[in-house]
């Protein structure tokens, strides 16, 4: 797998539109190749910004977590969130890289990666994909990953539901490889976390993407979803005291 940073100007608000800037900085793709962009980057192209000290980010979080934690909850005074089936901190937004300005998550982020992924089928004639990333921290581990937002024109899971392992003794009964983060997790280390100006990973060569010439169907997208009923950290998760935005409720 071959990962290529692309350096980009310093994007503020409503600079670009998101396909100006990739048209700007991305002269080719090769069939089956994978566009990483940063979440942070399709924000500022479509304008979900608040200027800073308009509003408290406590508040700004509440409004735009499912649930959350008040940031009086640990030591770090960090608002640990969920918001599209991930726990995040701060439901997403960030003021660095903002120029003064936090920065929210896209408001449709599938749909914003599928209008994407069409303008380069397009432009390039050939099959290409895109996820859309930012990064998290981990329970009991240092550093932040990557991970994908939202993904379109590749299967987000491989199975191996069925599969033998190695030896053929034993048949694989819950295992599925998730394409999509693993991607946006490389990605992200290309991309850096502070200066670097990268917000833009061309991925080719990746053999094991499924490369599907279209946007992922609703089916496809519920499938990476997990309840918590079926979750290894469900009961966990149930337990945690979450307050909720009121259509929560």
Same mark, same amino acid.
């Given at each position: 797998?071959?990962?290529?940073?692309?350096?980009?100007? /310093? !994007? @503020? +608000?409503?600079?670009?539109? %998101?396909? =100006?800037?990739?048209?700007?900085? &991305?002269?080719?793709? #090769?069939?089956?190749?994978?566009? /990483? !962009? @940063? +979440?942070?980057?399709?924000? %500022?192209? =479509?304008?979900?910004?608040?200027? &800073?000290?308009?509003? #408290?980010?406590?508040?700004?979080?509440?409004?735009? +977590?499912?649930?959350?934690?008040?940031? =009086?909850?640990?030591?770090?005074? &960090?608002?640990?969130?969920?918001?599209?089936?991930?726990?995040?901190?701060? +439901?997403?937004?960030?003021?660095?890289?903002?120029?003064?300005?936090?920065?929210?998550?896209?408001?449709?982020?599938?749909?914003?990666?599928?209008?994407?992924?069409?303008?380069?089928?397009?432009?390039?004639?050939?099959?290409?994909?895109?996820?859309?990333?930012?990064?998290?921290?981990?329970?009991?581990?240092?550093?932040?990953?990557?991970?994908?937002?939202?993904?379109?024109?590749?299967?987000?899971?491989?199975?191996?539901?069925?599969?033998?392992?190695?030896?053929?003794?034993?048949?694989?009964?819950?295992?599925?490889?998730?394409?999509?983060?693993?991607?946006?997790?490389?990605?992200?280390?290309?991309?850096?976390?502070?200066?670097?100006?990268?917000?833009?990973?061309?991925?080719?060569?990746?053999?094991?993407?499924?490369?599907?010439?279209?946007?992922?169907?609703?089916?496809?997208?519920?499938?990476?979803?997990?309840?918590?009923?079926?979750?290894?950290?469900?009961?966990?998760?149930?337990?945690?005291?979450?307050?909720?935005?009121?259509?929560?409720?």
């Amino acid at each position: 797998m071959k990962l290529t940073g692309i350096k980009t100007e /310093a !994007v @503020t +608000a409503g600079a670009y539109e %998101l396909t =100006e800037l990739v048209d700007k900085y &991305v002269p080719d793709m #090769p069939p089956g190749a994978v566009l /990483a !962009v @940063t +979440a942070k980057v399709v924000s %500022l192209c =479509e304008g979900r910004v608040v200027p &800073v000290g308009s509003v #408290p980010k406590a508040e700004l979080v509440r409004r735009e +977590a499912e649930y959350y934690l008040p940031p =009086e909850f640990n030591p770090f005074e &960090v608002m640990v969130t969920i918001k599209r089936d991930v726990l995040i901190a701060f +439901a997403g937004v960030d003021e660095s890289n903002g120029d003064g300005q936090y920065v929210l998550w896209p408001q449709d982020p599938q749909a914003s990666a599928n209008r994407l992924r069409e303008h380069l089928r397009r432009r390039f004639g050939h099959p290409v994909g895109v996820v859309i990333t930012d990064s998290k921290t981990s329970p009991l581990r240092w550093g932040t990953q990557g991970f994908g937002l939202a993904h379109s024109g590749f299967a987000a899971l491989n199975s191996y539901i069925g599969q033998p392992d190695i030896f053929g003794k034993y048949e694989l009964q819950h295992t599925y490889a998730g394409v999509v983060d693993g991607l946006a997790a490389a990605a992200v280390l290309v991309m850096g976390e502070g200066a670097e100006r990268l917000p833009l990973v061309l991925i080719e060569d990746a053999g094991m993407v499924d490369v599907q010439d279209r946007n992922p169907t609703a089916a496809e997208l519920e499938q990476m979803r997990i309840t918590l009923d079926e979750d290894l950290y469900g009961e966990m998760l149930k337990k945690i005291p979450w307050d909720k935005r009121p259509e929560n409720s």
